[in-house]
């Protein structure tokens, strides 16, 4: 898709292979992969710390479900991916430097202290620009 995010990458899930799921995008999700591999460039360019880890990319219904995750969630759009980026810093380290950067997100969740969750728009949607914090006490509005 992009010179350091694979379709592959980020389709990929042990859970869906483990359960048996097809976890392929149809032509409209695939589109919308291709603005998040774009835009994960421009964050691993920002983060200049080389390899992106992502955990978790699009997921089709039935493995979002399986996963007990939101009907709303980003990632069924292939909006989303959750990643780590070790050479750069913490999660937290992460959050802050693309809060502080150009980076057109939709949203952005530090999520449990152990990894970042990242949406994006499709193309001419305004990015909300929100930043969460999800952990063991709930959902809140990020503040360093």
């Known amino acids: 898709m992009t010179p350091h995010f694979s379709l ?3 389709t990929f899930s042990e859970t869906a292979s483990r359960h ?3 976890n392929t995008p149809n032509d409209k999700q695939l589109a919308n ?3 998040t591999a774009k835009e994960m460039e421009n964050v691993r360019e920002l983060l200049n710390s080389g390899a992106i880890r992502v955990s978790s990319g ?3 219904l039935a493995l979002n479900q399986l996963l007990g995750s939101k009907a709303t969630s980003a ?3 292939g909006l989303a991916c959750d990643f780590t980026c ?3 810093g913490t999660p937290n380290d992460v959050v802050l430097a693309i809060i502080n950067s150009s980076i057109p997100y939709n949203q952005l969740i530090l999520e449990y202290d152990r ?3 990242i949406s994006f728009c499709e193309d001419k949607e305004t990015p909300q620009k929100m930043a969460l914090i999800v952990n063991k006490q709930g959902t809140m509005i990020y503040s360093n």
């Open 115 to 117: 990894w970042v969750h």
């Open 86 to 88: 070790q050479r750069f």
């Open 58 to 60: 699009f997921r089709c």
């Open 8 to 10: 592959e990458e980020l």
């Open 75 to 77: 990632h069924i759009q």
């Open 20 to 22: 048996g799921i097809d």
């Open 33 to 35: 992969l291709l603005i």
